[in-house]
C-alpha cells in the first residue's frame, strides 16, 4: 500500500488575506506553521484569475517549503509554461469555472484526451508528478489510466446525507 500523505491547502489564508486588502494573514506564514504541525505537502491552486493564491505566493512558496508543493491548476498554456518554470513536487490538473466559488466537478479527460495528453506530457517530461481531478465516473477513469487521479468525492457526499435514516 502506498504511503499516506498530508497535504495542507492554504488558498483561504490568501483568500482572507485578499479580502481584507493586506498583507495579512500570509499563505507563506501559514504552510510554515503546517509544516512544523508535521504536514508533508502544501498544496495551492493558481487559478486563472488569481483568486486567492497569487504567482508572487506560488514563487516564494517553491523557494520556501521544505515538504512537497502541489500546484493545482488548470490546463491552460500559461499555467503549463507556470509549472514548468516554477518545478513544483506534483501538479494536480483541475476544471476553472470563474464562476465557481470552489471547484464543483472533474476535468472532462475522456472528452480532451489529446489536450490532456500534452500537458500531461509536458509536465512528466520536466519532471514533475501530474495527477487528474476527475468525476468519479468509469469513463473518466479509463481515460486517465496511467495516471494518478483525484476523484471528486461531492456527489457521494451528498447521497450519503440524503440517505441518512432512510435504511439506503
Do not use: W
Request: proline share 3%; charged share 25%.
Amino acid at each position: 500500500m502506498a504511503e499516506l500523505l498530508l497535504g495542507v491547502n492554504i488558498d483561504h489564508i490568501a483568500t482572507v488575506r485578499n479580502a481584507r486588502g493586506t498583507n495579512y494573514p500570509d499563505p507563506v506564514q501559514a504552510a510554515f506553521i503546517a509544516e512544523q504541525a508535521g504536514a508533508d505537502g502544501i498544496t495551492v491552486h493558481l487559478r486563472e484569475d488569481r483568486r486567492h493564491i497569487t504567482d508572487r505566493d506560488v514563487r516564494i512558496l517553491r523557494d520556501t517549503i521544505q515538504t512537497r508543493m502541489n500546484l493545482e491548476m488548470a490546463v491552460t498554456d500559461e499555467m503549463i509554461g507556470i509549472a514548468c518554470d516554477i518545478q513544483p513536487h506534483f501538479c494536480c490538473l483541475v476544471p476553472e469555472k470563474r464562476q465557481e466559488v470552489t471547484t464543483e466537478g472533474g476535468l472532462d479527460v475522456a472528452g480532451q484526451q489529446e489536450k490532456m495528453n500534452a500537458a500531461v506530457r509536458l509536465l512528466s517530461d520536466a519532471g514533475i508528478l501530474v495527477s487528474l481531478f476527475i468525476d468519479a465516473d468509469h469513463r473518466q477513469i479509463e481515460a486517465g489510466r496511467g495516471q494518478r487521479r483525484a476523484l471528486h468525492r461531492n456527489p457521494y457526499r451528498r447521497l450519503r446525507r440524503s440517505t441518512r435514516g432512510t435504511g439506503a
